[in-house]
């Protein structure tokens, strides 16, 4: 069992917003680079966007502009904040470390609808 938990999830409608949030444990969250991942229904789990300590970014092509990753170095926590949803973000969101640990928390389901 890895200490991340994943939150924040929902159904949205296109265009909508949500904010996903992380707690990682102290061990996990420090001096590593966080990263969110996703993976719909018979897709391979990818990787959205990552977050190093010192705060520089990274999105995948499909996301930037919407998507923003953010963290929280006091609260062990990392964030995304996700704009302008569109149904193909429909996912389970998972946040892990890069690179990954190997174990992953439950994650948080993300469905968008048309």
């Known amino acids: 069992q890895v200490d991340l938990v994943e939150s924040g999830g929902g159904f949205m409608q296109a265009g909508g917003s949500l904010t996903l949030s992380c707690a990682a444990s102290g061990s996990i969250f420090s001096g590593n680079v966080m990263a969110w991942y996703r993976q719909a229904p018979g897709k391979q789990r990818e990787l959205v966007a990552f977050?190093?300590?010192?705060?520089?970014?990274n999105y995948a092509d499909s996301v930037k502009g919407r998507f923003t990753i953010s963290r929280d170095n006091a609260k062990n926590t990392v964030y995304l904040q996700m704009n302008s949803l569109k149904p193909e973000d429909t996912a389970a969101y998972y946040c892990?470390?890069?690179?990954?640990?190997?174990?992953w928390g439950q994650g948080t389901q993300v469905t968008v609808s048309s």
């Open positions: 892990n470390t890069i690179p990954n640990l190997g174990s």
């Open positions: 977050i190093t300590r010192q705060r520089s970014t």
